[in-house]
């Protein structure tokens, strides 16, 4: 006797087709949770985050390039303005 009901299983074509938006919608609010927490903690910590800045600033040897500050000066010197 035929089951009435919808088969047991899914395809996988259909599975796939039906998991895409659910994916993308699952890419939606991980952005839009990053975005949320971005914008807590420049607004309720902002000392923290400039400290951390600070920090990363003093591990990481900022003093420019002489090869590349020199490619920019010659880039910039035959560059119209």
Not at 35 to 45: P, S, T
Request: proline share 10%; net charge negative; hydrophobic share 30%.
């Amino acid at each position: 006797m035929p089951e009435d009901g919808p088969p047991s299983t899914t395809p996988r074509a259909s599975r796939s087709v039906t998991t895409r938006p659910n994916e993308r919608a699952l890419s939606e609010r991980k952005k839009h949770l990053s975005e949320a927490i971005e914008e807590y903690v420049v607004r309720h910590d902002p000392e923290a985050v400039t400290d951390a800045m600070n920090r990363v600033a003093e591990a990481v040897d900022t003093r420019p390039d002489p090869a590349l500050a020199g490619t920019a000066r010659s880039i910039l010197e035959h560059t119209e303005w």
